[in-house]
């Protein structure tokens, strides 16, 4: 998809098969795995919503619908979580924070770049698990505040945020798996690197071969 949106270039299946032989380049299957070790469920110790994404991730516009989760990183010299905000319509990670403690000062972060960036009249659902942070005071009343509506899997159940789940997935196997960093500094300018990479030059199927950017500014333009 690159080669041809970015180059112009097409090339068969088979040739580019025979030149990674060739190369000795290997494309490895994603092995099943535990993607999301961190569980920050605490019981009700909040405010709790009702499921109204209903594994229904089909969105018709940007800022519709958006997922949110927390995912662990463990290096040698420690962990790091990484939060962000998913657009179910153009696949763009809309807002994010990298931290060596999934705490409110990280969800905090979150919220002060997803509403700078959020569109004058959006009222986005923002749908997440049942974890501690999610039930928050300062959670749930900034996202009343700006005019979005809460939505929440059930207890134990990841296929209710299934579309968050996917990109820690692809995330973890592009970005991370077999991978060392000296320190928290260099994961974070690396990770805080992918993220752009995704949602500007990484291309998608479901998106018709765009970039989530590209895909976002081609409905804009249409609408």
């Not at 494309?27 to 909040?46: A, F, L, M, Q």
């Not at 927390?70 to 939060?83: D, I, S």
């Not at 690396?190 to 071969?209: C, I, S």
């Amino acid at each position: 998809m690159c080669l041809r949106a970015e180059l112009g270039a097409r090339i068969a299946d088979k040739t580019v098969l025979k030149m990674m032989r060739e190369l000795g380049i290997r494309c490895g299957i994603r092995r099943e795995t535990d993607y999301h070790r961190y569980n920050s469920y605490r019981g009700p110790v909040g405010e709790r919503f009702d499921n109204l994404i209903a594994r229904d991730f089909r969105a018709g516009a940007p800022w519709e619908k958006l997922g949110t989760d927390v995912t662990e990183f463990r290096q040698p010299w420690g962990k790091a979580y990484f939060a962000p905000v998913y657009d179910f319509c153009t696949k763009e990670i809309v807002s994010w924070s990298v931290s060596t403690s999934p705490d409110m000062a990280q969800q905090e972060e979150v919220l002060r770049r997803l509403f700078a960036r959020m569109p004058a009249g959006a009222s986005p659902i923002v749908h997440s698990d049942m974890g501690w942070q999610y039930q928050h005071p300062r959670w749930t009343g900034e996202l009343r505040r700006h005019g979005a509506r809460q939505s929440m899997s059930r207890k134990g159940n990841c296929l209710d945020n299934g579309a968050t789940e996917q990109v820690f997935g692809h995330l973890k196997d592009e970005f991370f798996r077999g991978v060392e960093w000296a320190d928290f500094e260099s994961f974070k300018r690396d990770l805080d690197a992918y993220v752009v990479h995704w949602n500007t030059r990484r291309r998608q199927v479901a998106l018709g071969g765009l970039t989530p950017v590209e895909f976002r500014k081609r409905l804009l333009k249409a609408s």
